[in-house]
């Protein structure tokens, strides 16, 4: 059974930084590429960063320069680092191992999603 486990977020002020983590089981990490997803009240789910098992990395406009992917393949986790959030990076998080990164199904394996919240 393919399983993903997030940790971390949680609340931090404008400036600060959060990390999160995934893990997965059930399916051979190095495999797969794996992407974080962030979905904001009243807005639609985007795609903020992704890593892809030959090192490659995404990062969306928003986060680039400030967010960080790493993939820590001997514990199956990938970790996003948040540096310098801003208030609009308030989000519930997710990973998943998309089937397609950019139009990501509901069957895919998903995390239980996490909660970020940034306040000035």
């Known amino acids: 059974q393919v399983q993903l486990v997030e940790s971390g977020g949680g609340s931090e002020e404008a400036g600060g930084s959060l990390s999160l983590s995934c893990v997965l089981s059930?399916?051979?990490?190095?495999?797969?590429?794996m992407g974080w997803y962030r979905q904001a009240s009243g807005k639609e789910r985007e795609l903020v960063a992704a890593?892809?098992?030959?090192?490659?990395?995404y990062y969306a406009d928003s986060v680039k320069g400030r967010f960080t992917i790493i993939r820590d393949e001997s514990k199956n986790t990938q970790h996003l680092r948040m540096n310098n959030l801003r208030p609009e990076d308030t989000a519930m998080y997710y990973c998943?191992?998309?089937?397609?990164?950019?139009?990501?199904?509901?069957?895919?394996?998903w995390g239980q999603g996490i909660r970020v919240v940034v306040s000035l």
């Open positions: 998943a191992v998309p089937s397609d990164l950019w139009t990501p199904s509901p069957s895919d394996p």
């Open positions: 059930g399916r051979p990490f190095t495999l797969y590429a």
């Open positions: 890593s892809s098992n030959i090192g490659t990395r």
